[in-house]
C-alpha cells in the first residue's frame, strides 16, 4: 500500500510554469510505474505523465514539450513540472501509483490556467 499527496497546484497564467508535487508514504525505488492524470470537468480521466521504475517516461502528446515529470527516490516524491500550460491544461491533477496490479490515487490538486 501507499498513500500519495499532491501539492502545488493553483492559478496560473498562460505560457507560466507551476510546479506539482506528489510525496509517497513509502520508498517508491520498486513502485512499478508512477504518473499524473488529470480530469476536466465533463471529460474523463486522462493520463498526462508516467514514468517507470527503470526511469523511461511517456507523455500524452497534448503535454510533450511543455510538461516533464521526474522522481527523487531519495524523498519519496515524484514531480511534473508545467512549462508554458494552456487554458486546456486546466483540470484536477491525480498522482497515481501503479504497485502489481493496483492503483492507488492521491486526492488530486486543482490547476486553474488563466490570465
Known amino acids: 500500500q501507499v498513500q500519495l499527496v499532491e501539492s502545488g497546484g493553483g492559478l496560473v497564467q498562460p505560457g507560466g510554469s507551476l510546479r506539482l508535487s506528489c510525496a509517497a508514504s513509502?520508498?517508491?525505488?520498486?513502485?512499478?510505474?508512477m504518473g499524473w492524470y488529470r480530469q476536466a470537468p465533463g471529460k474523463q480521466r486522462e493520463l498526462v505523465a508516467r514514468?517507470?521504475?527503470?526511469?523511461?517516461?511517456n507523455y500524452a502528446d497534448s503535454v510533450k514539450g511543455r510538461f516533464t515529470i521526474s522522481r527523487d527516490n531519495a524523498k519519496n516524491t515524484v514531480y511534473l513540472q508545467m512549462n508554458s500550460p494552456k487554458p486546456e491544461d486546466t483540470a484536477v491533477y491525480y498522482c497515481n501509483a501503479l504497485i502489481t496490479t493496483y492503483n492507488y490515487w492521491g486526492q488530486g490538486t486543482q490547476v486553474t490556467v488563466s490570465s
Open positions: 513509502r520508498t517508491i525505488f520498486s513502485i512499478n510505474a
Open positions: 514514468i517507470l521504475s527503470g526511469g523511461s517516461t
